[in-house]
């Protein structure tokens, strides 16, 4: 069997829950997916839901069980797997069988797929076709990786009664012994930043060392936003004998979920970084892995481990794709939010579905409702807005927060608690009232909504899942929180995954006729809105340091502008639209000139 995915794209993780089963549903046709393993609850509910449906032998895991997160982690996963394999089985049979399904899966692969030009030379055979189609599946169909997230941030101390359990107990801990512990030969996606604890707790697992063949069984995935980070990261694990097989570029501001900004590096000049610097990024690990394993007396490699580099942010036409491919040697192309509206891919209810289809591009926006601080991506009118205005309609502030994987804060209590709750929103508003009288109003109504802005993420990014299979929710409603990315804005139907894969390889068009713009140019002119409304947002006394950041911003972007105009006047990619390009371009230099920087001395 071939080990070169079918694809050459991938369906990143969205939210809790978005992505919680699209292995089940999608990986039979050699599409690659991440699960959010964060969250222990809805694994374990939906372990239930489909140990039902399938008539499977999976008992539950209760909370009272030792050990119970990481359990019911490895359950679901192997669950999961199973489910997958025999889907495969099943997929590679029909196939073989049914014409009309060959030829529709045929439509589906890449148009320079060997597999599809094979497949469409034996279609038009007479003569033993299906028995030469049967051998041809067999050595080079497989399904696609079974891929798990873990948000290395969301590592919350856990604790029985008043007493704090050991470190490895943590949330993030847990989840990574989860996938450790499962059958599952496949990827784990590090994002959202370095944690020292979390990255040295991976030697304790056998896996994600290579054998004797330096084959690993489990590889792990590093999501990072620039080259610096990848270079410090991948080093940090390599030290300690553990390869990055794949850093996975994000565009800062162009993605769905949290947006964790750069400072004011724009997506191409990075790409370009990686693409000039891959090989120092592969030597310098490799290095450093030798030594490393030979001190811990493991299977020595001579040569380097494979090492991929993907991209993901804001595409959203086959154009885009293939540029990404061709022009910065990518391996795959992430294509996410536009994945909320395909049912055959995605957990989500009908009524967001429905919101996404019909919100247009004002109606996506970058919002304060995180309690981890962080920017967050949503759209206006999802379910949990509209509760959450009811109750502050009563005075009412805060969720009742049964989950607390977001309990980070340790302002008052040293098992945490989260911004988004009740206990801590009611907290800080007796603290705000108290002061009432020596602030103005605007500041008060600043701080109050500043408190009161964050929305439960625990319960709101996994409800939609429930709500598709009609599971039952219990405690207190708090509706759907969604995270897509404000490419969304162009996709506005209900499609299906046949057309989604062909519309990503050129062969259909599922895009209205809005004027979209160009995934880099979308992401220069959020940048610059970012850095404008960094700058209104500070305080009146400005500090030196602040004026260093917004400085060094303004330099990136203006320096990325200068990048984007040059590759649009020698790549061919762009011929048709570069002057269109160029013009936009020279609009947002302008804006971000005239954007002025105060000066403040040390």
């Known amino acids: ?59 539950g895991i209760s909370t009272k069980t030792e050990d119970y997160r990481a359990k019911r982690i490895t359950a679901y996963l192997d669950m999961v797997d199973d489910i997958v394999n025999e889907k495969f089985e099943s997929f590679k049979q029909e196939i073989t069988r049914n014409k009309e399904t060959l030829k529709n899966f045929i439509g589906m692969l890449p148009n320079t797929s060997v597999l599809k030009n094979g497949l469409q030379i034996l279609l038009e055979q007479k003569d033993n076709a ?77 896996d994600f060392f290579p054998d004797s063949n330096g084959i690993l069984k489990k590889k792990i995935i590093l999501k990072v936003s ?20 794949e850093y996975r570029i994000e565009s800062g501001l162009n993605c769905g979920g949290h947006a964790f900004a750069t400072e004011g590096l724009l997506l191409g000049p990075i790409m370009e970084e990686f693409k ?32 991929k580099i993907t991209v993901q942010g804001g595409v959203g036409t086959a154009e885009e794709h293939e540029f990404l491919l061709k022009n910065y040697d990518v391996d795959s192309v992430g294509w996410g939010s536009p994945f909320l509206l395909v049912p055959e891919a995605t957990s989500v209810d009908t009524e967001t579905r429905q919101l996404l289809i019909k919100s247009k591009e004002k109606d996506f926006y970058l919002s304060n409702i995180s309690p981890l601080g962080v920017p967050f991506n949503t759209v206006r009118g999802t379910s949990n807005e509209i509760l959450k205005y009811k109750k502050e309609a009563v ?37 705000l009232y108290a002061q009432e009288h020596s ?34 929710t219990k405690g207190e409603k708090q509706g759907v929180v969604i995270c897509p990315g404000p490419n969304l804005a162009f996709f506005d139907k209900e499609v299906s995954l046949n057309e989604m894969v062909k519309h990503i390889y050129g062969n259909t068009n599922i895009l209205s006729d809005i004027k979209r713009p160009n995934m880099f140019i979308n992401e220069l002119k959020m940048y610059i809105d ?40 020698t790549s061919s990619f762009f011929t048709a639209e570069s002057k269109s390009l160029f013009l936009e371009l020279e609009e947002h230099r302008l804006i971000l000139s005239a954007i002025e920087i105060p000066q403040v001395e040390k």
Not at 536 to 558: D, E, G, P, R, Y
């Open 1 to 59: 069997m071939t080990n070169k995915p079918l694809h050459n794209f991938h369906i990143p993780v969205m939210g809790l829950a978005y992505t919680i089963d699209s292995p089940i549903r999608v990986a039979q046709y050699g599409i690659s997916s991440v699960i959010s393993i964060i969250d222990d609850e809805i694994i374990e509910r939906m372990k239930n839901f489909y140990t039902k449906k399938f008539n499977l032998d999976y008992i």
């Open 130 to 206: 299906g028995s030469h189609i049967k051998n041809f599946i067999e050595t080079h169909l497989k399904p696609g990786s079974i891929d798990v997230n873990i948000m290395t941030k969301v590592d919350k101390d856990n604790f029985i009664k008043n007493e704090q359990l050991p470190v490895i107990y943590n949330d993030a801990h847990a989840s990574l012994r989860g996938f450790a512990q499962s059958k599952l030969s496949s990827s784990m996606v590090l994002s959202a930043g370095l944690n020292p604890r979390l990255y040295s707790y991976i030697e304790e697992f056998d």
């Open 226 to 245: 620039d080259f610096r980070s990848a270079m410090i990261q991948g080093n940090f694990l390599a030290k300690k004998g553990l390869w990055i097989s």
């Open 276 to 307: 000039q610097k891959k090989n120092e990024l592969i030597q310098s690990a490799h290095a450093l892995m030798v030594t490393a394993l030979a001190q811990k007396g493991r299977h020595p490699i001579t040569e380097p481990l494979e090492m």
């Open 395 to 431: 005075e009412k502030y805060g969720s009742s927060c049964p989950k607390k994987l977001l309990a980070l804060s340790k302002e008052f209590s040293p098992k945490g608690t989260c911004t988004a709750s009740k206990k801590y929103q009611d907290i800080k508003l007796k603290e």
């Open 439 to 472: 602030l103005t109003k605007d500041q008060f109504h600043k701080r109050k909504t500043e408190i009161t802005d964050k929305a439960c993420l625990c319960v709101g990014l996994v409800n939609s899942a429930y709500l598709e299979q009609h599971i039952e």
């Open 530 to 569: 970012h850095l404008k409304k960094e700058m209104s947002n500070a305080s009146i006394n400005i500090t030196h340091s602040q004026s260093k950041k917004w400085n060094v911003f303004k330099k990136n972007i203006l320096e990325g502008i200068t990048y984007y105009a040059s590759l649009f006047k």
